[in-house]
């Protein structure tokens, strides 16, 4: 797939994820053999500071960490995020508010720290935990500096250099593959084994380090020093039915992971999830379990020793779906030949749906809308590999219910290589929104269906891209869902630097999908240049009387007719001229076909 602008990735709004490349995981629950703790409640055991050079870079001056209570992230921001959900948050927490300020190009670099030291010097393994919320302003696409470190010294002054993130050295990176604006899971449970440097030391201080510019904000609460678990694995986040992190492109077609399968497609599933051994024991025999509706499907070769302190990717190939429609849950869990001493985070969960002919990238759950400023002109593209040869019927949408009725809309078939198009719908008028609400929380999606005038054959291995394109000025958003790889998902619009018009890759898949078979029950949407709307049916399905409502801009005459998914014509009424404004019809459909 050719390489599309990277510089600087579109600014959608909040997004909530399931496990997926990069995630931190969880890490909770198991008993622990905790020896310091420290909730925030007493300020004075912490300190702060702010780093104005380090003889590279000038630093800003004007920011540090809070601590107490009573602090929250700037309600009056452009996109705040919500104050940490910890255990003990009402008696005080830490947090740095990264907002900057205007025309401000100085890079923030400030800490907290530990006023006396924690002893280890009777644990020889060590490990923290902390309750955390933070979410990513552009992952550092602007700036190239934004993290949020954990560092770790044993006098109080010799701390690791800030070039680089080296735990041999004592410094943790939180989320080292976060994408664009991703937030985490409120509070989120980080867990880091620091035996490399603070094992068996008399005298261990911790800091908390944020570097950046115009982030949103970190906050850290509930703070705790335990013996590192003898025997303690953790899904280390990234499980995928296809592999998506690592498979190759030699074919030129990238390997994706698609939410809604028509039967059409199906074809095998090559299970990998990346593990990583927490505790100070090695692992043997570790494997990764799947199950598909609680049915184990498969287990990954038992013959795989997990050492200490590392991770792998494990796999497994040879499975192919079940053809029968519906929705289907994966379970990955991974075991070895010792008891886990807290398998809270040894499984990690996945959906996809099999379908009659809906070709989806999107797992059927929002994660946000996009873009976050609706009125600008854009176009949203998502890519499909094809297993097989296939009609292309038509584009389906997720519109959101903010969207203004009435602006024109259209979708488009582009070419994999080049994002060109090669084929268009009609221009169809949106009538109002439903179902899609504009939080994107809503369960049940509503598709917008653009037909083409033409269907469009397709043959297997080919790639094509499904896209639909507003032309600005009236608000219209669509739904955004699970995260996929960079360079697996487009978007063309204003959102680079100074709102520079480019195709870029987007991390959160757009809710765009390909219709595969003529049948469907979609939205409908009004023809442009007509005078009249069409509403849908109610009820629907029916297999009585389904009631049609339309509505005229001015008195004229009208003919109805229902034909069935070949086009025939199976009923016909001429309803004389009628008056402008609403109207219904009323439709017996006992006599017609499922």
């Given amino acids: 797939l050719a390489q599309f602008a990277v510089g600087a990735q579109p600014m959608v709004k909040e997004k909530t994820t399931n496990f997926r490349t990069g995630a931190p995981a969880a890490v909770q629950g198991g008993e622990r053999e905790v ?16 780093a104005f050079t380090d003889g590279l870079t000038q ?4 920011l540090n960490f809070q601590c107490g209570t009573g602090i929250a992230p700037d309600p009056t921001g452009s996109a705040p995020i919500p104050t940490i959900a910890s255990t003990t ?5 830490i947090l740095v508010d990264s907002d900057g300020e205007a025309n401000q190009v100085e890079i923030e670099n400030c800490y907290i720290q530990m006023a006396n030291p924690v002893d280890c010097s009777e644990h020889p393994f060590v490990s ?31 701390w690791p250099d800030q070039s680089t993130t080296d735990e041999a050295a004592g410094r943790y990176e939180l989320w080292p593959e976060m994408g664009t604006q991703d937030p985490v899971e409120n509070p989120t449970v980080i867990t880091f084994d620091i035996t490399e440097v603070a094992g068996g030391a008399e005298t261990v201080w911790l800091r908390f380090r944020w570097r950046g510019t115009y982030g949103y904000a970190w906050m850290v609460d509930d703070l705790a020093f335990f013996d590192t678990p003898a025997n303690d694995m953790r899904v280390d986040g990234y499980v995928s039915y296809t592999d998506v992190a690592t498979s190759t492109q030699a074919t030129g077609l990238g390997y994706y992971e698609y939410g809604a399968i028509p039967t059409s497609q199906i074809t095998e599933f090559v299970f990998a999830g990346r593990v990583r051994n927490i505790g100070s024991n090695a692992q043997t025999n570790t494997v990764m379990e ?72 999107d797992d059927a759950t929002f994660s946000g809308v996009f873009p976050a400023d609706g009125t600008v002109d854009y176009t949203a593209a998502t890519p499909f590999q094809f297993f097989a040869d296939a009609t292309i019927y038509g584009v389906e949408v997720a519109i959101m219910d903010n969207s203004d009725a009435g602006t024109d809309l259209i979708c488009h078939l582009l070419d994999f290589a080049n994002l060109e198009i090669q084929e268009s719908t009609e221009e169809l008028v949106l009538l109002n929104p439903t179902t899609n609400g504009n939080d994107g929380t809503d369960g049940d999606i509503n598709w917008y269906y653009f037909p083409f005038e033409d269907p469009i054959d397709v043959l297997a291995g080919e790639g094509w891209v499904a896209a639909f394109e507003h032309y600005g000025g009236n608000e219209v958003q669509i739904g955004e869902s699970k995260n996929t790889p960079d360079q697996t998902a487009f978007v063309y619009g204003p959102f680079g630097a100074n709102s520079a018009y480019d195709w870029y890759f987007t991390n959160e898949v757009p ?32 297999n009585g009387i389904t009631r049609i409502n339309y509505e005229l801009n001015n008195a004229d005459a009208v003919a109805f007719e229902v034909r069935d998914i070949t086009g025939k014509l199976v009923q016909s009424m001429n309803l004389g001229t009628q008056a402008a404004g609403k109207n219904t019809i009323e439709l017996n459909v006992e006599q017609f076909q499922a």
Avoid: H, K
């Fill in 35 to 50: 020896f310091y703790t420290n909730d925030f409640s007493d300020c004075n055991e912490w300190t702060t500071g702010n």
């Fill in 59 to 62: 630093f800003y001056e004007n």
């Fill in 89 to 93: 948050a009402a008696n005080g927490f």
């Fill in 128 to 158: 923290i935990t902390f309750e955390t919320q933070y979410r990513m302003w552009d992952g550092g696409s602007s700036d190239g500096n934004e993290f949020c470190w954990v560092e770790v010294s044993t006098d109080g002054t010799t």
């Fill in 290 to 361: 799947v199950a598909i509706n609680g049915d184990v499907v498969g287990t990954s070769a038992a013959d795989f020793t997990l050492e200490y302190g590392t991770f792998d990717t494990l796999r497994i190939e040879g499975y192919t779906p079940d053809a029968t429609l519906g929705m289907y849950d994966i379970t990955y869990t991974f075991m070895s030949d010792s008891l886990d001493e807290d398998m809270s985070n040894n499984t990690a969960t996945q959906s996809y749906e099999i379908t009659d002919g809906s070709y989806g990238r």
């Fill in 511 to 542: 809710m765009v999908r390909l219709r595969l078979d003529p049948n469907g029950e979609v939205a409908v949407n009004e023809v442009e240049g007509t005078n009249f709307s069409l509403g849908q049916n109610m009820p629907n399905p029916a």
